[in-house]
């Protein structure tokens, strides 16, 4: 016995539909007259298997039918347990600082109105050393994922960076322990020194944003003495990929209503070395809103950066992930310059919303009583994301925003709503990379 898959979406493509599955990540192209009778079909999926045996099958495999007995939402927190609570792997973002050599003006940590004090002390650099030799000797983690963070952190790369990188790289290669690091960063301080010694600690990704075209981002982004950075980080950008060659960048574009209009400018810019190893992050400034005709920019700047071979991500829709952020995970905490954990650096720093904090002797100190809060149930429990068809995609707001809500009492925000690209734009252009359309 078969039953049709509650995840599956159709999709108008011009006079056709493109049928998607939110869990298998599949999808088909059919005309209307096809869809129509497949429609009929999978009603009635026995008289399905019966006339068009070879159809059946392969809509089987591709998960738009499934096992009458299996229930695909149970398998979906499944998955979503196993990713959140068995995944050992061990996440650590460390911020040397919150303080920036630049100013943007959406800076968000500026907007959580965070304690900028310096630089993390020597102090609490060894403390962090202690705790990650406690994890590697003791806790006998598999693997360690070091992402540097701020405030800008390569401005403390010396003080602050190297001596843990480098005491976690030695620590991890005697113990068989994987290591990987990674760092958010505006990537106007690199040397081509730093970029080789990033490349002997196991550099293997950096996030790096650029703001428009050289006039819009140079308004935005520069140094105290009013010089612009974009040309600074755009060789930067393809200096990194000669210096480390298994390397993986996010571009992250940060656009408001001015950034997408020019920005094809910076496609040339780009080393077709660097294109290989780039994948652009399109995130609106969360202080703006856009317009239909900035969506639409939006939409043909993705296309064109793609036939550019500079592909993009959706940050809304990760088919077979099954969790919404790593910072969800149980085995991931933020170690601020200051010694305070938190879960997640997209907050504020105040201190209820720490976690607990890195003791002298390499421990952690939680508050069970947060932490409890934030783990008791899973991202897409309630009611509006378990009956969503997008939900394998999705799997609702993080549990930041899951506890802000329950703590304010307000409605959860609808993750899939506040994206800025549609859904449907999305499936199009999942049939498109794989020369369905």
Known sequence: MNKESKYNIAVQYNDEVLLYNTLSNA???????????????LDNTDLFEKEYPELFSQ?????????????????????????????????????PTLDCNLTCWYCSTEYAKASHNGRMSDETVEAIKRHIRYQI????????????????????????????????????????????????????????????????????????????????????KFTSNNEGTFKTVVAHVNELVERLPNVHIILRINYDRKTLYGISEIIPLIS?????????????????????????????????????????????YHPHQFYRCYSDKLHHYAINYDGRIFKCTAQNYADDKSIGKLNSDGTLTFKHDLLSKLLSRATFENDRCISCKKLPLCMGPCMIRNHEARTLGVDLPCMSQNSQYPFESYVIEVARKRGLI
């Open 137 to 220: 000797k003791e806790a006998r983690i598999p693997a360690l994922h070091l992402d540097w963070f701020g405030g800008e952190p390569l401005m403390f790369f010396n003080e602050v960076i190297y001596p843990i990188a480098s005491f976690a790289k030695e620590l991890c290669d005697k113990h068989g322990v994987i290591l990987t690091q990674h760092a958010t960063t505006n990537a106007v301080l690199m040397t081509s020194e730093m970029m080789d010694q990033m490349n002997q600690l196991g550099f293997t990704s950096f996030q790096i944003p650029i703001d428009g075209n050289e006039q819009h981002h140079n308004s935005i």
């Open 59 to 95: 809509m089987k495999k591709d998960g738009y039918i499934v096992d009458a007995y299996f229930d695909e939402l149970e398998y979906i927190r499944f998955q979503n347990r196993m990713q959140i609570y068995g995944d050992r792997r061990l996440h650590i973002t460390i911020n």
């Open 272 to 316: 077709e070395k660097a294109k290989r190893h780039i994948m652009v992050d399109f995130q609106k400034v969360w202080q703006i809103q856009c317009n239909e005709k900035d969506k639409k920019q939006l939409s043909d700047m993705k296309r064109l950066f793609s036939e550019n071979g500079l592909n993009s991500e959706y940050w809304a």
């Open 27 to 41: 999808v088909c192209r059919l005309s209307a007259e096809e869809f129509d009778t497949v429609t009929e079909l």
